[in-house]
């Protein structure tokens, strides 16, 4: 399976994300969901923050936030929140947050050593009374997928359309295009081409064990967001 690649108008990060693309797309209610999930003023460890699209809302809301992420490009559309310019696996803060985010379906990555990389990341930077909050592509999601057919949805202005390339044994490869309606069609379609694993959650919660997290409940009304908090004890 090839890795992933993106292209559309301006610099794409490593994963495929395009930097204009995620400092235009609307973070929707995701910041608002989270923030009444967690304590007032809580700490919080963005990682794979991009361009800070959840992370400077929520400072907007109270809550001093650190955006970490591998592409340089994209941590300098961050507006509020400060910044770290690392690989999530390689991150070793000497503090610990009341809260870290693992957005954008990282966590559903078809390597299995990166995902226990990015599983102890988000344990070793959160305090023992800190709550994690990973968003993933929950298995139902996969299985409504029909592989013969296209879908396209909206993200506020934006059109966007998945085309699936092949879903087997639980891969999926596919294209998802995003298409800004403000503009015109050429300055302003994007397409990342990525590969996802379906991921139960009895094995994302063996992934988790061995790395000290217990998984708990999705967010009421979110099905895409899993509330992981520290075994009591390590
Ligand atoms: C799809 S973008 C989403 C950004 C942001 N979470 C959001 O919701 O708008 C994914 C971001 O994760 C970053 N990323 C992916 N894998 C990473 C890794 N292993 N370490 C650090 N950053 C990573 C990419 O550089 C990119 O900026």
Do not use: C
Not at 123 to 145: C, K, M, N, V, Y
Not at 178 to 204: I, P, V
């Amino acid at each position: 399976m090839s890795d992933p690649t993106g292209d559309g108008p301006g610099d794409t990060a490593p994963d495929g994300s395009a930097v204009e693309l995620y400092a235009r797309l609307p973070p929707g209610s995701d910041p608002e969901l989270l923030h009444s999930r967690m304590p007032p003023g809580a700490n919080i460890l963005d990682l794979g923050a991009g361009t800070g699209r959840l992370a400077d809302p929520l400072v907007d809301l109270g809550h001093p936030v650190l955006a970490v992420d591998a592409s340089p490009t994209m941590l300098a559309r961050v507006r509020s929140a400060a910044t770290l310019t690392s690989s999530i696996q390689d991150l070793h803060l000497p503090q610990r947050f009341d809260a870290v985010l693992l957005a954008s379906h990282l966590i559903n990555s078809p390597t299995k050593d990166l995902r226990r990389d990015l599983l102890s990341s988000v344990e070793r930077h959160l305090l023992g009374t800190g709550q994690a909050f990973i968003e993933w592509h929950p298995p139902s999601w996969f299985d409504a997928l029909d592989p013969e057919r296209s879908y396209t949805g909206t993200i506020g202005d934006f059109t966007t359309t998945l085309e699936i390339h092949s879903l087997a044994q639980g891969l999926l490869h596919a294209t998802v295009a995003y298409q800004d309606h403000r503009t015109d069609q050429t300055a302003s379609t994007w397409r990342h081409t990525f590969t996802a694993q379906r991921l139960t959650r009895e094995l994302l919660q063996a992934e988790a064990d061995a790395v000290g997290l217990t998984i708990g409940h999705a967010l009421p009304g979110a099905e895409h967001w899993l509330i992981a908090s520290p075994r009591p004890g390590t």
